[in-house]
């Protein structure tokens, strides 16, 4: 992960320092991570990847697309129902999909929705979130509020769906009582084309 971090830092024309601030984290232990000297917990995984305006899936997507990927056609990857890591914070349980398949084109995950207002989620994540590439989204459990930074909140229930720039500032909200599921999906081809041009991250 180091090497992907560090490039995501310089892209952003980010020093040690200033992620040191965003984070938490001191400079050494960024420097340590960065030069792959120390092992990337998901906590740390969480608190950089937000420092630095990204999903912890988009950070893991841009390492494993460091590398070349395989040759061949054909792969494949099944992933059964409780199996996989959780990627935890106080609004959302993500749980990424096919997360052991590196070069994915896509970058699948089922999210639970635990934030109940725009302000829960604000005072969690000081700003909208914002992915590089285009996402697709579909709601298979529950109520949910769409607010973006270009439209109105969007009320959305169970087998709506919703396809939108990922650039744009968005977050997803619950609406009702009950859990509050959908299934996400950002384009990784698309986002390294955004950030040639500057236009990627918060």
Do not use: W
């Amino acid at each position: 992960m180091g090497p992907a971090i560090r490039a995501v830092r310089q892209d952003k024309g980010l020093t040690l320092a200033q992620v040191s601030k965003t984070t938490g984290l001191a400079v050494s232990t960024l420097s340590k991570l960065e030069k792959g000297r120390i092992a990337l917990t998901y906590s740390k995984l969480m608190l950089i990847s937000h420092g630095l305006g990204l999903s912890p899936v988009s950070l893991l997507d841009r390492q494993a697309a460091t590398t070349k990927p395989p040759s061949g056609a054909g792969r494949r990857i099944v992933q059964r129902a409780g199996e996989g890591e959780q990627i935890n914070t106080k609004s959302y349980r993500h749980q990424p999909l096919a997360a052991e398949l590196l070069h994915k084109k896509m970058t699948p995950m089922v999210v639970e929705v635990l934030t109940q207002s725009f302000d829960e989620f604000f005072t969690e994540f000081g700003e909208f979130m914002r992915e590089p590439g285009e996402v697709f989204a579909l709601v298979i459990e529950g109520e949910l509020d769409f607010h973006s930074e270009l439209y109105a909140p969007l009320r959305m229930n169970e087998g709506d769906s919703i396809y939108f720039d990922g650039a744009m500032g968005h977050a997803y909200v619950k609406a009702s009582e009950g859990r509050c599921r959908l299934v996400a999906s950002s384009c990784v081809c698309l986002s390294f084309e955004r950030s040639r041009y500057g236009q990627a991250g918060r």
